[in-house]
């Protein structure tokens, strides 16, 4: 009952925010609506985290965020087909995608403190580690992967470019609030981490910095490239050429 009330909270604030509009591109839509998955907070694949070959040492579980911790919500905000469209081209990341990139970032920790007071409200306690102090990036890597915490809710598996594929495509932004309730799970729909990559391989030509292969990404390349990218940008950066113009763009291929 929690969920699906939860899911028209999400789906109205989606509809209706302000800050899922653009002011300075003519009132541009960012996000379409958002999947929304839900992880146990036991589920044995966080301590899989923690494999430096999957994320690393310092990849946190729910129940280290908060020791209370039963489930997870997790979910997906697909960009809108205005903003993919325009980052289809080569060459550098178009205007509307760093907009997407930089102004969605603001409504999606916006839709996390949504949760949060929705689950307070109801006299639970919860918390997103995006919005924590205790969140870091290091060497490339953080301590709460969004990608890696929405394979475990069930939304979708891993390409060869590290985009995770779920039902609407790779071209958006994940986000996820910890909670101390037993939320419903469901079976997770695959098995390997790259179920729903066909290998295509589409993705490694549309890279601008050569970071993809067949054996898959080079992330310290990709990173290099975004951050040439802020400086031309500032504040704004992104890159998501791998995400648009490719089978996997906004469905499963």
Not at 11 to 19: D, E, L, R, V, Y
Not at 218 to 236: A, H, V
Request: glycine letters at 8%; hydrophobic letters at 35%; proline letters at 6%.
């Amino acid at each position: 009952m929690f969920l699906r009330t939860l899911g028209e909270d999400i789906a109205n604030f989606t509809k209706n925010s302000s800050q899922n509009f653009v002011d300075e591109l003519n009132m541009l839509q960012i996000w379409d609506q958002p999947l929304v998955g839900v992880a146990g907070a036991s589920d044995p694949l966080w301590e899989k985290m923690k494999d430096p070959h999957v994320v690393g040492p310092d990849h946190l579980t729910p129940k280290e965020w908060l020791p209370d911790a039963k489930s997870v919500i997790s979910y997906f905000l697909p960009f809108t087909e205005h903003i993919r469209n325009s980052n289809r081209l080569h060459g550098k990341p178009s205007t509307e995608w760093l907009y997407g990139r930089y102004e969605g970032e603001m409504f999606n920790n916006s839709l996390r403190r949504l949760i949060i007071g929705l689950i307070e409200a109801d006299g639970g306690t919860a918390m997103a580690p995006a919005l924590d102090k205790r969140f870091v990036i290091t060497d490339l890597q953080s301590n709460w992967s969004e990608r890696h915490v929405a394979f475990i809710a069930g939304l979708g598996t891993f390409g060869l470019s590290r985009s995770l594929i779920t039902p609407l495509g790779t071209a958006g932004r994940f986000g996820s609030v910890i909670v101390d309730w037993e939320l419903e799970t469901k079976p997770r729909p695959y098995k390997e981490f790259d179920d729903y990559c066909s290998k295509c391989g589409k993705c490694i030509g549309r890279c601008p910095c050569g970071a993809i292969t067949e054996s898959g990404k080079d992330n310290e390349s990709c990173s290099q490239y975004l951050f040439n990218i802020l400086e031309l940008n500032k504040p704004r950066y992104a890159c998501g050429k791998c995400q648009t113009a490719v089978p996997c763009e906004y469905k499963m291929p």
